[in-house]
């Protein structure tokens, strides 16, 4: 149930939903999407991927700007969102809102399932996306993430992401891992930057299935890199590396 208008000023169509509970078939979508631009190839496993999508909360809003609460399920694991999505351009879209879910399969949607598992994440999110980029802000923790088999528990992430930029730190307070990075970093050919301090301790690579000799050590140490360039021969800057033990 809900009411569609027309804004008198604008012209522009609108609606508020209190009530929204639809299912589709993600293989379905694929058509109408099809006759009207060529999904990437994996833009369309995603989709696949998720098999059938179900909403259920309110919406409200226009075709160029929805405000949606609800939960959105899925095969790959069942999301929260309390957020807008705009379509800013023809090129151009954004979200924000806040994210949440307890576990979703990231490693099967972008079909990397040898290198990333499922998480749980509660996430601020301020995002604006085109083909290219992804350019905004990400701030939240992560009760648990799979990387290489191996279940990390207890990380935050606060990040802001530009257009050729990264800025922001992460923190894992893992049982097996201990590490905080705080950095930037800017991609600008001979002109990039990367400048960054790491902090690890009680790394046990073995536990964590990178490197499966000696596990019964742990890693320790703190490192400062500061580097400009983007190939050795235009490379210049220093990395300090201090209280390693392993």
Do not use: W
Not at 49 to 72: E, M, P, T, Y
Not at 100 to 120: D, Q, R, V, W, Y
Not at 170 to 175: A, K
């Amino acid at each position: 149930s809900g009411r569609a208008d027309r804004d008198a000023s604008t012209g522009e169509l609108t609606f508020d939903v209190p009530q929204l509970d639809v299912t589709a078939h993600t293989g379905d979508a694929l058509a109408p999407i099809s006759a009207f631009t060529s999904p990437k190839p994996n833009v369309r496993s995603m989709l696949e991927a998720a098999q059938k999508v179900r909403l259920d909360g309110s919406a409200h809003g226009s075709l160029r700007k929805i405000s949606f609460n609800g939960d959105i399920f899925t095969a790959l694991g069942n999301v929260d969102v309390n957020a807008t999505f705009a379509h800013l351009n023809t090129h151009r879209k954004g979200i924000k809102g806040k994210v949440s879910t307890t576990a979703f399969n990231l490693g099967k949607m972008l079909n990397k399932e040898s290198l990333l598992g499922s998480l749980a994440l509660n996430a601020d999110v301020d995002l604006h996306l085109d083909s290219k980029t992804v350019q905004g802000m990400v701030v939240g923790n992560l009760p648990y993430f799979e990387l290489k088999g191996y279940r990390y528990s207890d990380s935050q992430v606060d990040v802001e992401l530009a257009e050729n930029s990264i800025d922001g730190h992460v923190r894992v307070d893992d049982p097996n891992c201990s590490l905080q990075v705080d950095g930037y970093a800017l991609r600008a050919a001979q002109e990039s930057i990367i400048d960054a301090n790491i902090a690890a301790t009680g790394v046990n690579l073995a536990a964590l299935n990178l490197y499966q000799k000696n596990a019964d050590k742990n890693l320790t140490f703190e490192a400062n890199v500061s580097f400009t360039g983007d190939k050795p021969d235009n490379a210049n800057g220093a990395l300090l590396v201090k209280d390693f033990a392993f």
